[in-house]
Each structure stands twice: as structure tokens, then as C-alpha cells.
């Protein structure tokens, strides 16, 4: 499908999303979102794609939601349509894992659609931040909840009331991203993560997201019970028998998703 404001492409098991509005620094207008829901929903039943990378330009991975868009929006538009309440049901409904790809600036909307992804691999240029609180609004996609657990209370409210930004050595001393690469390694090392991910058994990579994930919705013993299921599940897998007598045999794993 040709989309006005991504450019999409699968290579290797991997499909590689692109936010295409670069005169706006990828700010995140209703088309683009509709589109990237659309093309994560094609990538998730795609059985060709195994990873998907979401990735900006070297200046922005996304400046944000697009304040021009929004600017003349009224409480009665935005709350009777559910303004940006759906889209997000996108990622999370997306069992494959999701890579954010960061360089540049990583601001409100971006900074937010950049941590409902898996993790972060970001260029050594990146700048994340929830600058709202410039527009005289606040984060409404999950920004303070997120970056919250992600980070922290306290760096968290200095970002939410300053408006400040957060560079990429910062993000990764706080747990915010995964790695730090220079801006020339960013799609290297990120299609290298995406394709070594496309490799596993594909019923392991969802089982092992689905338990990092609960982690942030349930108490420790809960989550650690849902854990132990699901890595005895493992054990009704014909990867699990392929993975072990791989090892013990000195030799690379063939995974077939069984
Ligand atoms: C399918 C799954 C989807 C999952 C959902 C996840 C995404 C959901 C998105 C909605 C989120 C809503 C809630 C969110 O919390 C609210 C916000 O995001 S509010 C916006 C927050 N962002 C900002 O405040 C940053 C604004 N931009 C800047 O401060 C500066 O542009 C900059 C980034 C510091 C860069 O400065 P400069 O280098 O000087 O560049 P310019 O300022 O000249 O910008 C160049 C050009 O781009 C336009 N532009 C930049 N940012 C935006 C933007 N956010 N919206 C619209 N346009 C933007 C700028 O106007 C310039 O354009 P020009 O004037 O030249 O036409």
C-alpha cells in the first residue's frame, strides 16, 4: 500500500516504517497516524515480517502530535471524538516486536510513540522530551505514565513541568533507551537488533514481550507466576526441543515456529 506519510519497506524479516512529513519534523497528524496503524496492522499478519522498526529522519524521529492540527480543537471535539484514543490500540495490539529507532528529536507524541514501542536504540544526537507544558496542554498519550515507570518520579516531573529535554547520554543513564549508537550506526545496529530478533522462535519473542510487558500491570508474584506458565508452555514447542539439541549438538538453531 502507498502511504502519503511513511515509507514502508520489509527486508530480511523486517519491516522498516519510516515517518515521512519531514517539512514538519514528523509531527503526528491524524493522517500519519492512520496510516502507521494501518501499516503495523499489514506487518502484524504479514508472516514475511518477524520484526518492525519505526524510525524517524536523523533530525526528528517525531516533534510531537501536530499542534497545527490541534491548535483550533475544542474539549467537546476532543473528547466526543476520542482525539488520539484509538490509534494507540495499534501498538498495543501488535504481537510482533516493535524497535523505535531514534534520532534527533523524540518530543511529546514522539517521545510517547517512541516508548509504547518494545525499546529504544537512539543516535547519540537524540532528544527526547514531553514539552506540552509549552503549549499550556500536557502529555495525553501515556507521557506521564510511561515516562514515569520508565524513569522515574522525579526526573519524569522535571521533564512534565520544565519542559526540558533529555539527551541521549541522559536517556540512557535513566533507562529510557536501550542503547546509545552514533548517528551513522542508528539503522545499522537497529535492522541488526530487528533481524537477530527475526531469527528466534517467533512463539518465544511474543511469550518473552507479553511477560516483559506485564510486568507493568501486575504485582511481582503475579507476574512471576504468569512467567513460570508461560515458560512451561515452552516445553509443548517443537523450538524448545530444536533450541536445546541445537546447543548440545554445537550447532545454529533452524526454528520453525512449532
Ligand atoms: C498507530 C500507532 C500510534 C500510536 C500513538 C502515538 C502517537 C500519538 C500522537 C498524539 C499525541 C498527543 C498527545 C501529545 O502528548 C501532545 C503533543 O505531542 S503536543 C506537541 C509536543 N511537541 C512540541 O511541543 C515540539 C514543537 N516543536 C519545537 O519545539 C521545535 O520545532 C523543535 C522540535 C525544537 C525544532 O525547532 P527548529 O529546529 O527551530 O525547527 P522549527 O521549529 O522551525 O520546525 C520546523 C518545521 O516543523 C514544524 N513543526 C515542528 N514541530 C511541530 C509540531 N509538533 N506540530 C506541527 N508542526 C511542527 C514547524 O512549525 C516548522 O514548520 P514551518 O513553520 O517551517 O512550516
Known amino acids: 500500500m502507498a502511504y502519503q506519510t511513511l515509507i514502508v519497506e520489509i527486508e530480511d524479516n523486517v519491516a522498516l516504517i519510516r515517518l515521512n512529513r519531514p517539512e514538519a519534523l514528523n509531527a ?3 493522517v500519519l497516524l492512520g496510516e502507521l496503524a494501518d501499516a503495523l496492522k499489514s506487518a502484524d499478519g504479514n508472516d514475511k ?24 480543537k475544542t474539549y467537546v ?17 501488535t504481537r510482533k ?38 503549549l499550556g496542554i500536557i502529555a495525553g498519550i501515556g507521557g506521564t505514565q510511561r515516562l514515569t515507570r520508565f524513569v522515574g518520579k522525579s526526573k519524569a516531573m522535571d521533564m512534565h513541568l520544565t519542559g526540558r529535554f533529555m539527551d ?27 533481524q537477530k530478533i527475526a531469527a528466534k522462535s517467533q512463539i518465544s519473542v511474543m511469550a518473552a514481550k507479553e511477560c516483559v510487558d506485564r510486568a507493568y500491570e501486575t504485582t511481582l508474584n503475579e507476574g512471576v507466576l ?33
Open 28 to 30: 503526528l497528524n491524524s
Open 226 to 258: 504468569f512467567e513460570r506458565r508461560l515458560f512451561h508452555s515452552m516445553f509443548a514447542t517443537e523450538d524448545q526441543k530444536e533450541g536445546m539439541a541445537a546447543f548440545l549438538e554445537k550447532r545454529e538453531p533452524q526454528f520453525r515456529d512449532k
Open 97 to 134: 516486536p516493535i524497535i523505535a529507532a531514534v534520532a534527533g528529536y523524540a518530543l511529546g507524541g514522539g517521545c510517547e510513540l517512541a516508548m509504547m514501542c518494545d525499546f529504544i536504540i537512539c543516535a547519540d544526537n537524540a532528544k527526547f522530551g514531553q514539552p506540552e507544558i509549552n
Open 49 to 72: 515480517v518477524r520484526c518492525v522498526v519505526i524510525t524517524g529522519s536523523e533530525k526528528a524521529f517525531a516533534a510531537g502530535a501536530d499542534i497545527k492540527e490541534m491548535s483550533s
Open 168 to 194: 541521549a547520554a541522559e536517556a540512557e543513564r535513566s533507562g529510557l533507551v536501550s542503547r546509545v549508537v552514533p548517528l551513522a550506526q542508528l539503522m545499522p545496529e537497529a535492522m541488526a537488533a530487528a
Open 77 to 93: 471535539e476532543m473528547f466526543g471524538t476520542n482525539f488520539f484514543g484509538t490509534e494507540p490500540d495499534s501498538i498495543g495490539r
